[in-house]
Nanobody
Framework: VQLVESGGGLVQPGGSLRLSCAVSGNIFSIYAMRWYRQAPGKQRDLVATITSGGGRNYADSVKGRFTISRDNAKNMVYLQMNSLKPEDTAVYYC??????????WGQGTQVTVSS
């Protein structure tokens, strides 16, 4: 399985970005999928999870600001990020949750929140 993240960039505080993750393979719909992020010098943290049935969970730091979604017909996972803060600056990655994942990590997409 290959994972390709995109959609990052530079945005001002309070702005929005939508991240996308393309997932290869034929059984994407059964994976629970996750978004993670890793800030410089820090560990990779879980941001959001969406189950195969569409259930969602979020880290406390992003609740009410971020929304995870998926399109099983396109093998895509998305992360809508609103009201961005400087502390959201990180490289964002997607991956499958256990038991099917995690797979080899993609290159990630850089999100920088700065004025």
């Amino acid at each position: 399985v290959q994972l390709v993240e995109s959609g990052g960039g530079l945005v001002q505080p309070g702005g929005s970005l939508r991240l996308s993750c393309a997932v290869s393979g034929n059984i994407f719909s059964i994976y629970a999928m996750r978004w993670y992020r890793q800030a410089p010098g820090k560990q990779r943290d879980l941001v959001a999870t969406i189950t195969s049935g569409g259930g969602r969970n979020y880290a406390d730091s992003v609740k009410g600001r971020f929304t995870i979604s998926r399109d099983n017909a396109k093998n895509m996972v998305y992360l809508q990020m609103n009201s961005l803060k400087p502390e959201d600056t990180a490289v964002y990655y997607c991956n499958a949750a256990p038991p099917f994942g995690p797979f080899d990590w993609g290159q990630g997409t850089q999100v920088t929140v700065s004025s």
